[in-house]
């Protein structure tokens, strides 16, 4: 039986799209159950739906904190029985509670080589600081926003002339490489959470993760 993926996400769903792309040409043994948006109206969920997928609304203004929120996308969640989460671009800082209660299978994706920049506006930070590459980085979720064990990291050059949305477009590329590559390892019980950090194939992975170059 294909394994179950539910995606949360508050945009665009490019990386949601990677998904689908990769699963429809079979690199990826898994179905998507459920696409979940804390937004109204996003492509994202066009893109699930034109791909048939089911897809929920749960907006955060409709809940007095930020707890009760996450409460209530836990219960949607679990209906579905999910062998991994992923967050594509769900800008909604989590709870401890609900990062807990999924730990060891909530994978987050963010566009810079990590420890660089977590948070907002990386491209812009990385050309204010003058880097000489850029990239993304595919992690576990942990209570603390973007650090979380690394599971693996493409590497992009900052060219003469790029601006925040050129080096994006760049990063985006690899972004829908290694994001399905690091959840189909996760799906073929390759990757795993240890106390440890991110360990692939039985060994334990760098602070880095695993550098993918291609």
């Known amino acids: 039986m294909d394994k179950k993926l539910v995606f949360l996400i508050s945009g665009s769903g490019s990386n949601l799209q990677a998904f689908i792309d990769a699963i429809k040409q ?6 998507i159950a459920l696409v979940i948006s804390n937004k109204a109206g996003v492509k994202g969920l066009q893109r699930a739906q034109a791909a ?3 897809t929920a609304v749960l907006e955060h203004s409709s809940f007095p904190d930020r707890l009760a929120f996450d409460r209530a996308l836990m219960a949607l969640i679990d209906r ?4 991994a989460v992923i967050l594509a671009g769900f800008m909604r800082i989590l709870t401890p509670e609900f990062v807990s209660h999924y730990q060891g299978k909530l994978f987050n994706i963010h566009p810079s080589l ?3 920049y977590p948070g907002l506006h990386t491209h ?3 050309l204010d600081n003058g880097d000489s590459e850029a990239g993304a980085s595919v992690h576990f979720v942990v209570p603390q926003l973007d650090a979380g064990p690394l599971v693996i990291q493409a590497r992009v050059p900052v060219l003469a002339g790029d601006d925040a949305n050129t080096l ?3 990063v985006l590329t690899r972004e829908h490489i290694i994001y399905p590559m690091a959840i189909r390892w996760f799906l ?3 990757l795993q ?3 440890d950090g991110a360990i692939l194939d039985g060994s334990l992975l760098p602070p880095q993760g695993f550098s993918y170059t291609g």
């Open 26 to 31: 079979q690199s990826l043994n898994a179905r």
């Open 52 to 54: 048939h997928i089911s």
């Open 80 to 83: 579905q029985q999910p062998d």
């Open 114 to 116: 990590l420890p660089k």
């Open 124 to 126: 812009q930070r990385a």
């Open 168 to 170: 994006a477009q760049r």
């Open 188 to 190: 073929e019980n390759r």
């Open 193 to 195: 959470l240890s106390p």
